[in-house]
């Protein structure tokens, strides 16, 4: 067993809130305290520097982490749980720094909400009552699986085979992608890496064009243009093509959509969706701590408390977090400012919730947006998706042929990519929504950027399509079209790239000559 000593600081706390609540011990603080600190995700970085060890000693005999089974000392129990959140198997000495960081950390914010709050009217006790309520759904979550009170979204699928050309080999044959066809492909994730100039653009478009037809634009597609270069008068003949509406966050007033459907009405999933709601602001808006994602919390769950089976929209979101820094005598912060300018031109939300999926949108978002406004806008779109195509039955295939539901081309990725939580975010989508019928279409400027310390995302992609890069190197293009079976036919491709030009590892390395847009354009007199 072990032995260790808390800060100071830990120590006075621990008494100030045993004493608040009357527990026998101080040991049940700290354990409430730690969970506290855990269930909000807190992560600390093993090189901090340690807490000081001024404070109380706890011995094997303090019984700091309780026992349950048998009689037994649960410290196995925290260190495993400790393991599961750090993913690594932690050393003694690891976990026990950790621990003093956790405990500090659930402390403060347990303090900070009690004088907050009014004792005298048992706010201290709400405050509880919270996360064991929230403990109790996700109980009875984990254990009861029948499905016969879960109503899924039905969505339209595509059940035939869909084909789209990507060019002409050096020998003038077409080559042709059977992208939902399970002999050729196991997911159908597309990654074009190209920059500017090769023909990226050009190619997504017929692409989009092309299964746009096959379908009989039954296929909807979102297309995020984060450059916000897109022009309606230059734009039409693509958009009437594939039966695309235009909407100019900027000049068109915003779209008309709710991000706020992305949180369940369903009383126990709720309190998930509103925590990944929350993290997704959190994520873009600068300087949004622990304080300001609490208030913000609490602000939606009492939102939704007073709705009776309808969405609040996002001008009501502001209107209380105005209501509630007035009563409370708050400034104004990056959280109230976050919120504010959602309500400005970017969501318009119609009380009739339109479903955006039945129709192929093309989403501009010019630079007059500030960077954080436009990944916020597009992350917030994508966490509704996330959600709604949970809600759905995985595709089930037929005669080798996967069913298809939507199209989601995310430009210039490696913006998002370059935000740790929004990768994460990302990686998500990408492992749900292939069982789900949705191809996610990304395109980059660079073969490495898909590659982050943290994750590759070309793993979880089956067409890897590179055109002119700046960075050529062998090693970054292998590792992004994948290995191929010549090193030397792929050194030697890998020379022949030029705008207008790709590079695919399908069976071997191979040149192809891009289908472009503007010369189907021409070609289809469109």
């Not at 405990?103 to 009014?118: A, F, S, T, V």
């Not at 699928?157 to 399970?182: A, H, M, P, Q, Y």
């Not at 379908?215 to 597609?221: C, Q």
Request: with cysteine; aromatic share 10%; glycine share 4%.
């Amino acid at each position: 067993m072990i032995r260790f000593k808390i800060d100071n600081e830990s120590t006075d706390l621990l008494d100030r809130i045993t004493n608040i609540y009357n527990f026998k011990r101080d040991t049940i603080t700290g354990r409430i305290a730690l969970a506290l600190s855990i269930n909000k995700g807190k992560m600390f970085h093993e090189n901090e520097n340690s807490l000081p060890q001024n404070g109380r000693e706890y011995s094997p005999t303090s019984n700091i982490f309780g026992r349950l089974v048998n009689d037994t000392d649960n410290y196995v129990l925290y260190k495993t749980i400790f393991d599961q959140h750090y993913g690594k198997e932690l050393s003694e000495i690891e976990f026990i720094k950790l621990y003093k960081f956790h405990l500090r950390d659930g402390l403060d914010l347990w303090i900070n909400e009690l004088e907050k709050g009014d004792i005298t009217n048992g706010d201290h006790i709400s405050f509880l009552l919270k996360p064991i309520k929230n403990g109790l759904i996700l109980r009875s979550n984990t254990v009861k699986i029948s499905s016969t009170n879960v109503v899924l979204n039905a969505m339209k699928e595509f059940t035939s085979l869909l084909t789209f050309e990507l060019g002409k080999t050096e020998n003038g044959e077409v080559f042709e992608i059977k992208i939902n066809d399970l002999r050729e492909f196991d997911n159908r994730n597309i990654a074009i890496a190209g920059m500017a100039g090769s023909g990226k653009t050009q190619l997504i478009k017929d692409i989009l064009y092309q299964i746009s037809k096959k379908t009989n634009n039954e296929l909807k597609f979102i297309f995020f243009d984060y450059k916000g270069e897109g022009n309606l008068s230059q734009l039409k003949p693509f958009l009437d093509a594939s039966n695309c509406e235009f909407i100019d966050i900027v000049n068109d007033n915003g779209i008309k959509f709710n991000p706020l459907l992305s949180i369940s009405l369903d009383e126990r999933q709720r309190p998930f969706s509103i925590k990944a709601f929350v993290d997704t602001i959190a994520t873009f808006v600068p300087n949004i701590g622990v304080a300001q994602k609490n208030i913000l919390t609490n602000i939606i769950s009492n939102l939704f408390d007073s709705k009776i089976h309808t969405y609040p929209t996002i001008n009501e979101l502001f209107n209380a977090i105005e209501v509630y820094y007035y009563e409370n005598n708050r400034k104004q912060d990056t959280l109230f400012a976050g919120i504010q300018d959602l309500t400005i031109n970017i969501f318009n939300c119609d009380v009739n919730n339109p479903n955006i999926l039945e129709k192929s949108l093309y989403l501009n978002l010019p630079p007059a947006l500030s960077d954080t406004l436009r990944q916020l806008l597009v992350f917030l779109l994508l966490r509704y998706f996330n959600t709604y195509f949970s809600s759905t039955n995985d595709c089930e295939p037929t005669d080798h042929i996967f069913p298809l539901r939507y199209i989601i081309v995310i430009d210039e990725v490696h913006i998002y990519l370059k935000n740790k939580n929004a990768r994460k975010s990302l990686e998500e989508l990408l492992r749900l929504l292939r069982s789900k019928g949705v191809i996610i279409i990304m395109l980059s400027q660079g073969a490495e950027d898909y590659k982050t310390k943290d994750f590759d995302f070309a793993s979880q992609v089956k067409l890897p399509i590179c055109l002119n890069i700046q960075n050529k190197d062998y090693k970054v293009i292998s590792n992004f079209i994948g290995t191929p079976i010549s090193k030397y036919k792929l050194e030697a491709e890998i020379k022949k790239l030029e705008s207008g030009k790709g590079l695919i590892n399908i069976r071997d390395p191979k040149i192809l000559e891009l289908r472009q847009w503007w010369k189907t354009r021409k070609e289809e007199n469109l």
